[in-house]
């Protein structure tokens, strides 16, 4: 299989898509990187249950710690735990960014897994792996009304200079000293999902953020 890429540049920083690369089995695999971060993207399909009065979509957000240099366990367990509050809550927000787009009519199951391989602490994985999502959506046989954007958003404020700046794209370490952590998912029309936590601040800078 010809394995196809797409590069762009994003903040600053290259932002690879490589298709066919790995997971060839499934209808549509995308590796991503951003700087030294890594996901890989897979989307499968079952079959279709027209008795289901629901959409059966899974999104799953694997973290491996190994993608951080670090082994999880005891001296003789050695074994991945369970999925952290994180790892939900980013598979959640890619569920409520993309699910929206599917057609109401669409029963066929469709399973979109999240697999973290590399992180190098300043290029944002959730984000990256949101990319990620829509992209492998956008080629695979599912009629899926996308693309999405979706963007990470801080606010570093300082009363003490009286600035204040908002922050795209925010590093790991830029996340510390922000009062404000917003994830905004948006198509071409509309804003589809937002995601934030913040210290107390006004409600203009929330709007003006998003």
């Known amino acids: 299989m010809k394995i196809l890429e797409k590069s762009i ?4 920083q290259k ?35 027209p008795n289901l009065d629901y959409f059966p979509l899974s999104v799953e957000y694997a973290e491996k710690l190994y993608a951080g240099g670090l082994i999880k366990g005891s001296r003789w367990v050695k074994r991945e735990g369970r999925p952290s509050d994180e790892a939900v809550l980013n598979g959640r927000i890619i569920d409520r960014s993309i699910r929206p787009l599917f057609p109401k009519t669409y029963k066929k199951q469709v399973q ?20 990620a999502v829509s992209t492998a959506l956008s080629v695979s046989s ?33 996340q510390e000293f922000s009062d404000l952590d917003l994830v905004v998912s948006s198509s071409k029309e509309k804003v589809l999902m937002i995601e934030t936590k913040a210290n107390i601040i006004k409600d203009e800078i929330i709007q003006e953020g998003i």
């Open 9 to 12: 540049e994003l903040d600053g």
């Open 112 to 131: 979109v897994v999240v697999t973290l391989l590399s992180i190098d602490g300043v290029n944002d994985p959730e984000v990256l792996s949101a990319i």
């Open 15 to 49: 932002l690879t898509l490589q298709f066919g690369k790995l997971a060839q089995a499934v209808d549509t695999s995308v590796y991503a990187t951003l700087g030294d971060t890594a996901v890989l993207v897979t989307v499968a399909i079952g079959p279709e249950n």
């Open 142 to 174: 599912i009629p899926w009304a996308g693309p999405i954007s979706t963007v990470r958003v801080g606010y570093v404020s300082s009363a003490e200079k009286k600035e204040s700046a908002f922050i795209l794209y925010p590093t790991e370490n830029e």
